[in-house]
């Protein structure tokens, strides 16, 4: 197991853009599950109570500076001298590697509406991280690089939850592959909000391929 005894965790308990961080600490664990103790809220060090059912997303590092995430739930407590939450673990195999190079990049094929002189026009994206899309262009749209395109990217969530986010961008490359034509186009001056929301998209997208594998 990459998680050993001791190892510091960061919990998100939402996944929501602004939700609270917590930290805590792996005390034991076994071949499906590990132990915790009671986190605490970063930003204020008070201790939190997740009930029993709570999805959490959870990222660490290893004492080789690699660092991962996996998605987890709450399955009981216990208290032995020390309060322990105790939380699935879904196995090595199954963790996210969390790449060091400035964005990852997930294929998925989300709408997009592009506003382009006043026009919108639907399509559908190839692939998207936190710093750009692509988008398969129909035949009869003229996209050249450097315009710079207004786009309603739609976000659907594991929770069901789908946002429709507002991007400007411009276009860095039009090119051809197995006979579609696709345009990559890298946000501009993207709120840090909005990139988060994308940031998630791609990480629970990231999770469910893995869980597929």
Known sequence: ???????????????????EKFKSKVIDFGEDFIMIDYPTQIQTGRTAFFVDGTQIAVTFTTDSKVSYAFRTEVVGRLNKGVPMLKLTYPGDDKLIKIQRREFVRIDSSIDVAVEKDGIFNQFVAEDISAGGIALNLKSDIDVKENDNLSLTIVLPFADNDIKYIKVETNVTRVWEREGRHIASLQFEMLPETIRQYIVRFCFERQLQQRNLE
Do not use: E, F, Q, R
């Open 1 to 19: 197991m990459l998680l050993s005894i001791g190892t510091i965790i960061v919990m998100d308990k939402d996944y929501t853009v602004d939700g």
